[in-house]
């Protein structure tokens, strides 16, 4: 799925925090977006998934313009978002968390090649999501991205606080789902490692514009931590 966003221009009331962001992500492609605390990052994302109206500029995907469409409009478009503030339904078990992936039946077979990236969601089932800890939670973000059998995920910090194996293991899922099904990926992301892991290209957020862009390669990555330095 392609995604293709022109002079998008939104914030919180009367703050305008995006400042005219143009990002396109191609189709199977896999894009990170960086930058410091309080750049915009989280801001762009949810508008994109449909929780801020854009005041002005335009949103597009595979062509379709979804500017100022509700949430679950993008969703049914394909979209799999993990947000970074409260990402699981707390109150719901594990089970339901991951059936809320999909309107339609999740396929058997996907979701054992799923679960078995994260066996320990496989001994929780009934567990409710708001007791998993931390980490077990943003893996249960990515399984449930997964399920959605989306064209884009988007992810929010999914790696922030994990240890270093879960990190590996957010890297092997999603190498794996581009593979497999050629999805395109937009992450927000702190760990340049995990950006270079898994990303073709990255983009720097600063004071809610895109201001540079870099190939993901490993040349880059001096010059990232450089610019994500406090
Ligand atoms: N709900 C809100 N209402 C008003 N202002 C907000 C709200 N959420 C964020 N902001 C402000 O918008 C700006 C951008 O915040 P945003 O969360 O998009 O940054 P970020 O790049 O995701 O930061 P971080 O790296 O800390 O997650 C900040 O100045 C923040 O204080
Ligand atoms: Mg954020």
Redesign the pocket.
């Known amino acids: 799925m392609r995604l293709e966003t022109r002079g998008v221009v939104a914030?919180?009331?009367s703050?305008t925090?995006?400042r005219g962001v143009d990002l396109t992500v191609g189709d199977g492609e896999a894009v990170a977006v960086v930058?410091?605390?309080?750049?915009?990052?989280?801001?762009?994302?949810?508008t994109l998934l449909g929780y801020l109206r854009p005041t002005s500029g335009s949103i597009q995907l595979d062509g379709v313009d979804i500017t100022g469409s509700l949430p679950e409009r993008i969703v049914r478009h394909g979209v799999a978002y993990g947000p970074?503030d409260e990402p699981v339904f707390a109150h719901l078990s594990v089970e339901d968390n991951l059936q809320a992936a999909r309107i339609g039946r999740i396929d058997a077979a996907r979701r054992e090649q799923v679960l078995a990236f994260f066996p320990v969601l496989g001994t929780r089932l009934r567990q409710r999501a708001g007791t998993l800890s931390g980490g077990e939670q943003k893996m249960l973000v990515l399984a449930r991205a997964l399920l959605a059998e989306p064209g884009l995920i988007v992810l929010?910090?999914i790696t922030a606080g994990l240890q270093p194996s879960m990190v590996n293991t957010v890297v092997t899922a999603l190498n794996w789902e581009r593979e497999q099904r050629g999805t395109s990926v937009l992450l927000?992301e702190?760990n340049i490692d995990a950006v270079l892991g898994i990303c073709d290209r990255v983009a720097v957020?600063k004071l809610?514009q895109l201001v540079a862009e870099e190939k993901a390669t490993k040349d880059a990555r001096d010059q990232l931590m450089l610019l994500l330095a406090p």
Do not use: I
Request: glycine share 24%; charged share 20%; proline share 0%.
């Open positions: 914030g919180y009331g703050a925090v995006l930058g410091r605390n309080g750049m915009g990052k989280t801001t762009l994302l949810k970074q929010d910090e927000v702190q957020m809610g």
